[in-house]
């Protein structure tokens, strides 16, 4: 399956689900982003910079858990109850944080080396989660397996994330200019709210890749 299929199945999974994941998804990504406001807003510009990361590490792993077991039960055609799914998350949140914090410090460090290594970290990485909560494997062996399973699909995975994200930082960018700062804190709320709830359109693409190359090992070569 080329990356366009990828991408259009995702779409329409998407769609088709977009209220579930609304109810699902959609209170923590405000409350991320609400706490991301008052810590911005609370501190000064020689503050510690991590502490956005580590406010994010409070929220994230729990919406983005959440969202992976909602797809993985999808794909098996059951519909789990969103608080079941929320309870599931939060006993995966510390493992989940701790993945978190590590891929993005890596990948922080690469991109601060020219750029590339980010890059080819960001795409080596993205199975990671899904391993972690769906196969139950650490932190760092969860990393492991990702470096494994992702080889030979590199274009293919980072194809989709550029198809993804690319509009997505477009109109963030665009967002920003026409609502340039200092926002009104609502406005901003929102703004950050609605960018960080579209990206969750990445996981379903890296969760239809996961699927994909995960049940088909024996073509881990193929090139896109």
Not at 11 to 26: E, G, P, T
Not at 72 to 89: K, M, W
Request: hydrophobic share 55%.
């Amino acid at each position: 399956m080329n990356s366009f299929d990828v991408l259009r199945d995702s779409l329409y999974f998407f769609k088709r689900n977009l209220s579930k994941i609304v109810q699902l998804c959609l209170p923590l990504v405000i409350v991320e982003a609400l706490l991301q406001q008052v810590v911005d807003r609370s501190t000064g510009p020689d503050s510690f910079a991590g502490i956005s990361v580590i406010v994010g590490l409070l929220v994230y792993p729990l919406y983005t858990a959440a969202l992976i077991l909602f797809l993985d039960a999808r794909s098996r055609g059951e519909s789990p109850r969103t608080r079941d799914l929320l309870a599931a998350a939060a006993t995966l949140w510390p493992r989940f944080a701790v993945l978190t914090a590590l891929n993005t410090l890596l990948i922080l460090i690469g991109l601060s080396l020219y750029f590339l290594p980010g890059i080819w970290l960001m795409v080596t990485l993205a199975f990671g989660e899904y391993l972690l909560v769906l196969r139950g494997l650490a932190p760092l062996a969860a990393m492991k397996e990702s470096l494994r399973l992702t080889r030979g699909h590199f274009i293919r995975i980072l194809v989709c994330i550029l198809c993804v994200m690319g509009p997505l930082w477009v109109l963030k960018g665009a967002t920003l200019t026409v609502y340039p700062d200092p926002q009104n804190p609502v406005i901003s709320l929102l703004i950050d709210s609605a960018h960080s709830f579209l990206q969750l359109f990445t996981s379903v693409v890296l969760f239809r890749l996961f699927m994909l190359i995960a049940d088909a090992p024996e073509k881990s070569d193929e090139r896109l």
